[in-house]
């Protein structure tokens, strides 16, 4: 067993901020090649070890103040959405009822000023087109390349995480960011409803009343579903990164292809390829507040998801398992 | 190997080998996406190939059985297709078309006329449920948002929940929600109610019906409908000159409610009207279903009653019914069934503005628009313009007067002359 491998377990077991400086310090030794042998480690030391680098990724990750930003900027939107519905409606007016369409403005907005839990649904709308899915490409495109770019990738395989767990380590705490966020969204917008406006029953957009248990219920499950509905471009984001030795260039791609595809879905001479676009079937979510629940789109969401998840994630893993690390 | 290299050892391997192996890598994504796409190109195939086995049927007993239908409850989920070849103005036109749509200001964006006429295009999902002559509810549903009519005993609502708006009516309004409700589809069902007639009864009435306006009517094979077993009951214009190929409605096997209503156009292509169920329930819906009260905050607009009556039941049931129905003066129908087609006269500027009908209301540069949408035709009536879309031809004479229906524009010609 290779002096990293022993380092580097006790770094994981022991916690997860050693694992870079460990895998720092041995790696001038591993570099003058020692003969590492295909000697496989038991494999609850293994799992430890994933849980280890997990654990460091997760507190890298959202201990860096750029990751804090996004999750500031994302936490202000309902807050924003919030006060201008409340300014808007303080003379006894209502959203949105002018249009002949019934108005402009994510969807929900309109009971937004009779029931304060619509502004997770509102807040949800109006994030989910561009500000979550941009998160998620920054956090995903530099996965990879950032480490890359800063000169740290080879230090994390040098450490015996193996290119297909790292990838893998990668992947999780990229979806674990689209859940964070997602839930940062709609705790911000429940506590801004909250404050803002009444709480109570909830008329569901088919008319019918549900109870606000229930609809706290619903709204979570909602959150669920977008943080889902993100799975598709985490993948393209960590596809994209293991392209490039460059974060920057990755996190640009990654959110370039994000706004082409939106433009792409909103052409309607292109209809034949929409239903195959991740973001095709986002707004979905809304189904779930239909009664009884609409699933035809939901599932064609989570479908195309998984789906998308599947050829990018193991694009990923054929690109990154055989390139070369240069730095 | 030292652990930060490729997993491949590539070292003692030849280059040709090392790149063999790196597209091999590729295969993976590649294989999921091809899976993917053969699955998801394959299982419609395969779910629509194996019509059901049932035994044969002749159309005067699959009438009867439609007939006889007591479906009163049930619940599902609609799709209707419209494409009636219409040139596509968006919204603005509909609007201009749809009674309430845009000038009448005192009207809410929940008014029922409005919002189905938006149904005479594009593809919309649809849910219906129903509980008796009492209970019905039609959604529509869109993006993040829906459109209910509800009929719940004396009350009927409109709730439209992108714009938070409420419609009410008094059951004056139930004529209106009925038909809208029921749609071309269900029309079988009130039949036997309004006439006294039994199944069998009103099945030879009906065939002799079909005889009398030349229309062939026959069982052709079946259809699984909504993952139910159904019978396909086509109807055809005997006639030359009528643009409706055929119509073809589904039947379900052991319920005999029509499941499915297709109408082709005798030009071939897609369908003009395809409403169908997706998903269908005979099961009693749960009574919430049937429940609104307006929430605090929604706007509501109360119906008056007696102006909604009249005015309501032709814009919301099919396409055209409304259209030949709303009776300006002077209408009068030529010939009978399939061909037949409606002559009224145009009262001043009303009903289609053309430069050709002398109107002065319409600004020269609107009505050579409209005239490019039509083609310009010569017969012993004179001169005029034919409009075209896939289902319906209307003949505007220069002299004002209009001939519209559901035939070619070779037999508008031939009832314009007919009629000098």
Known sequence: MSRAEVTAGAAGASGADGVRAATAATAKETDTGHPAGPGSPPRPVRLAWTLGLLRSELSITFRRWRTLALLAVLAAVPVLVGIAVKIETGDGGSVGGGGPDGGGGPAFIAQVTNNGLFLVFTALAATLPFFLPMAIGVVAGDAIAGEASAGTLRYLLVAPAGRTRLLLVKYATALTFCLVATLVVAASALAVGALLFPLGEVTTISGTRISFSDGLLRALLIALVVAASLIGVSALGLFVSTMTSSGIAAMATTVGLLITVQILDQIPQLHAIHPYLFSHYWLSFADLMRDPVYWDDLVKNLGLQALYAGVFGSAAWARFGVKDIAS | MAPYEPEQDTTEADELSAGRRKAARYVVPLAVAGVAAATIGLVPAL???????????????????????????????????????????????????????????????????????????????????????????????????????????????AYDSASNEAYHAKDGGRAGADKSHRGGKGAGKDLPKELPATPKEFAEQALKAAEKSSTSVEVDGSAQVAGRDAYRLVLKPKDSGSTVGQITIAVDEKTGTPLKFTLSPAGGGSAVVDAGFTKVDFGKPSAATFDFKPAKGTKVTEEDGKDGRSGRPGHSGEDFEGFKGEGPEGLNVIGDGWTSIAELKLPGGQGLPTSAAGSDEVPQEAAKFLDSLGDKVNGDFGSGTVFKTRLINALVTDDGKVYVGAVTKDALVKAANAAQ
């Open chain 2, 47 to 157: 779910a629509t190939s194996g019509d059901p086995d049932l035994p044969k049927i002749t159309a005067q007993e699959l009438i009867e059985k439609i007939a006889a239908s007591d479906t009163e409850q049930l619940s599902g989920t609609v799709k209707i297709s419209t494409d009636l070849g219409l040139p596509s103005f968006g919204s603005g036109l509909t609007g201009g078309f749809a009674p309430g749509g845009g000038d009448e200001g005192g009207k809410g964006a929940a008014d029922p006329s409005a919002k189905l006429m938006e149904l005479a295009s594009g593809t919309h999902t649809l849910r219906i449920a129903a509980d008796g002559p009492d209970k019905q509810k039609l959604s529509v549903l869109d993006d993040a948002a829906e459109y209910s009519l509800i009929h719940n005993g004396d009350d009927v609502w």
